[in-house]
């Protein structure tokens, strides 16, 4: 029996491997979610990263097997942060209210507006943004960056669900560039 068919599992994967999926490829995994598919990819979690039970460092807890870390690495090969890809539902936010979403004991506050992700082809295929978490509970020198995805232009279609982004997030220590940890999209 072949097992061509079947979804990849964790148990699958080679030892020491890194899912560092480029914006294009995060989009093409969102539209499989959003057009009624499950998430079958063993990489990517779905948690709800906003309400008043979403402090990231509690629904992302590093020790918890199912969340699926990888270390981001400099240019001298020191690891600068830890990154994680979660699909998650976006709360509504109304026309001309400020992109600060409640997470927890803190918010996720938009500090880049929007910004196109276009595909090989150079066709627009979705929008990012980019997100920080700030709260007074954040350990002195951590810093929590998201990095979120949704479709746009030629990867949405009218039966699509606007509901799911898929967000990359960053969490670096002091020393860590979170900057220097967050992806490149195309504009």
């Known amino acids: 029996m072949s097992n061509r068919n ?9 030892p020491c491997y890194r899912f560092l999926p480029t914006p294009e490829v995060l989009l093409m995994l969102l539209k499989h979610r959003v057009t009624g598919h499950p998430n079958e990819n063993p990489f990517l979690i779905e948690k709800d990263l906003f309400g008043s039970n979403a402090t990231p460092w509690v629904i992302l807890n590093e ?3 199912a969340n699926r870390w990888v270390d981001v690495q400099d240019v001298d090969c020191e690891v600068i942060g830890r990154q994680i890809c979660v699909i998650t539902r976006i709360p509504r936010v109304g026309i001309g209210e400020d992109k600060v979403m409640a997470a927890g004991c803190g918010a996720w506050c938009e500090t880049s507006g929007p910004r196109f992700v276009q595909s090989e082809s150079r066709v ?13 509970s954040v350990a002195v020198g951590d810093r929590w960056v998201m990095e979120e995805y949704a479709l746009a232009g ?17 969490k670096s220590a002091e020393g860590g560039g979170a900057a220097a940890a ?6």
């Open 154 to 170: 030629d990867f949405l279609s009218p039966n699509d669900s606007t509901e799911y982004v898929i967000v990359r997030i960053t």
């Open 63 to 65: 020790s918890d097997r």
């Open 6 to 14: 079947r979804p990849l599992r964790w148990s699958d994967v080679p």
């Open 182 to 187: 967050a992806p490149n999209s195309s504009s």
């Open 124 to 136: 627009i295929i979705g929008v990012t943004r980019t997100l920080e978490f700030r709260s007074e």
